[in-house]
């Protein structure tokens, strides 16, 4: 383990401290907030089935926070009702009568059940911001039914198709692929053009991040073997700290919670594991398959072992899901301090510690894309790691 | 719980997205990027190590031009010395040659004295005697005259030769 080296650093150190203060809290703030929205307020709302005029006045925190770091078929720019401003993005659902396409306009912003869309013989009712079949009869006025669970909590019974729908967050994801890809083949024929010469503009940079990553991330964990998780590392890096700030933008295109869904930080987990699986070399299996414990050991250690190949990348996952979904919800709670008090007098104690978070979470931002690459490179470093000994 | 549940249509479309991304990236980005920054840096060392060696170079022309300055000196010193001695042994033959000269001519010039001498004293003797002859002739008439007489100045005449 070469942990070691980064923790010298008193600056990372109190970096990485504030990193793991802001995830304990987060992770609070998520559990509350799940409880709340699943159990109150949303789904009352929904199972009234009326949006009267006296129900939107009452300003329902939880639903306004989880619409936001949830994930839409809108991309919502300014205004509410009437004004309602964005972009409506295309719905793309696989079903058993095939492709199924259409404009997400088509269900007019509801997302109570109430409205309900026929393509292709079947018709889809959209609620919590999910598109299900939509049932036959309407109970209070919404096509999606609601049953309660062993638990008690409200569970949509509705079937749902398989959705391949170009969401705000799919929609930010080709955003910042096209960006990435503008910003760094650029810089790449910056380096064609000026070849040999000292860097110039944004590869002047872009260079620094790019040699950090080479020489505080790679090499210090992969060894001489380094070049060839580059080109992962690299990409992995740029792309989760470019999401992370676009997430930090609070208007289009930025303010989808990219890096804080949990589908986006498990592709990239996993695509770690694929390349931890591939490039394990024999004293990696050998560890795993047969660890150095004395014999009797090995029927608990071997389970455990395997069960280790798995919690790394599930640790990655975890870990940037909960660290960026926490900035989210935390500045969007100190905002809606204004909405609780229903006073403007709170305005700028809220923006100050809007702003403050928001100067951490821009640190954030660059930590989890730097901590998931160095983990990424570590545990990938632990499976090519040459020694015959233990 | 919803947070917790990843969409299948997120997952299909990052991976698609993620894979081009890594597969664009990497070919024409990645690629000659790390190319050429590892080849500035090797440029960069190459350049390092050169200015290093040509200073060392450098170092090592001038101590060598030193070194050439102070063997220079050396010979000039040593030529110097040289001449001077040769211009010391040129003059000391000089004068040495002019003492042997010298002493040769004085000496001839004694031995053209002396010649000069013997001839003149045999001039002198040539001379004498003929005066002597003279003389005894004189006398012999005078003594042929005056007996007396004659002997008388014979023995002046000796006198006077005497002195002579």
């Known amino acids: 383990m070469k942990f070691s080296h980064f923790l010298t650093s008193k600056k990372i150190g109190i970096l990485a401290f504030l990193a793991v203060f802001f995830t304990f809290l987060n992770v609070n703030a998520q559990n509350h907030g799940q409880e709340h929205a699943t159990d109150s307020a949303v789904v009352e709302q929904v199972e009234t089935g009326h949006h009267d005029s006296h129900e939107e006045k009452k300003f329902d925190i939880n639903t306004f926070i989880f619409h936001h770091i949830g994930d839409s078929y809108e991309f919502h720019f300014w205004g509410h009702g009437e004004n309602w401003t964005g972009l409506y993005l295309p719905v793309i659902l696989y079903t058993p009568n095939g492709l199924v396409c259409f404009s997400s306009k088509e269900f007019h912003l509801n997302d109570d059940g109430s409205v309900v869309v026929e393509k292709a013989g079947m018709r889809f009712a959209k609620a919590h911001g999910k598109i299900y079949y939509a049932a036959e009869e309407a109970v209070h006025g919404s096509y999606v039914h609601h049953e309660k669970n062993d638990k008690g909590k409200e569970v949509v019974t509705n079937t749902r198709p398989l959705d391949f729908s170009i969401t705000k967050n799919v929609f930010t994801i080709f955003f910042s692929v096209a960006l990435l890809l503008v910003i760094f083949l650029t810089v790449a024929s910056g380096y064609k053009k000026r070849e040999g010469k000292a860097p110039k503009g944004l590869q002047s940079v872009l260079e620094p991040i790019i040699i950090f990553v080479r020489d505080d991330i790679a090499k210090p964990n992969l060894g001489h073997k380094y070049e060839r998780f580059m080109p992962y590392l690299l990409t992995v890096f740029f792309f989760i700290w470019i999401n992370n700030m676009l997430g930090l933008v609070p208007f289009f295109p930025g303010g989808a919670n990219v890096t804080g869904n949990i589908a986006i930080t498990m592709v990239l987990a996993v695509f770690t594991l694929i390349i931890i699986l591939f490039n394990g070399n024999k004293y990696y299996w050998g560890h795993i398959f047969n660890p150095p414990v004395p014999w009797w050991l090995k029927p608990l250690m071997i389970p455990v072992e395997i069960f280790g190949i798995f919690t790394k990348p599930f640790a990655l996952m975890i870990r940037l899901f909960a660290n960026i979904t926490a900035g989210h919800i935390l500045v969007l709670s100190l905002l809606c301090l204004v909405f609780i008090f229903s006073s403007l007098a709170v305005a700028p104690v809220s923006v100050f510690f809007v702003v403050f978070i928001g100067a951490i979470e821009l640190l954030v931002a660059f930590i989890q894309a730097f901590i998931f690459t160095i983990l990424s490179a570590l545990f990938i470093g632990m499976a090519i790691e040459e020694h015959a000994d233990h | ?164």
Do not use: C, Y
């Open chain 2, 1 to 164: 719980m919803d947070l917790l549940i990843p969409e299948i249509g997120l997952v299909f479309w990052h991976t698609i997205s993620f894979l081009l991304l890594l597969f664009l990236l990497a070919k024409f980005a990645w690629k000659p990027v790390m190319k050429a920054i590892g080849e500035r840096e090797r440029s960069i060392e190459n350049a390092l190590d050169a200015a290093e060696k040509a200073k060392q170079e450098m170092a090592r022309l001038t101590s060598e031009n030193e070194q050439l300055l102070k063997e220079a000196r050396a010979e000039r010193d040593l030529i110097l010395k040289e001449a001077k001695e040769i211009k010391e042994q040129l003059l000391k033959d000089a004068k040495d040659q002019a003492q042997v000269e010298g002493n040769r001519m004085i000496e001839k010039a004694r031995i053209e004295i002396n010649n000069q001498k013997a001839i003149a004293m045999t001039d002198v003797k040539n001379q004498v005697s003929k005066l002597s002859l003279e003389i005894a002739r004189k006398v012999l008439n005078q003594e042929l005259a005056d007996k007396s007489k004659q002997e008388a100045l014979v023995g002046t005449l000796l006198k006077d030769m005497k002195l002579n």
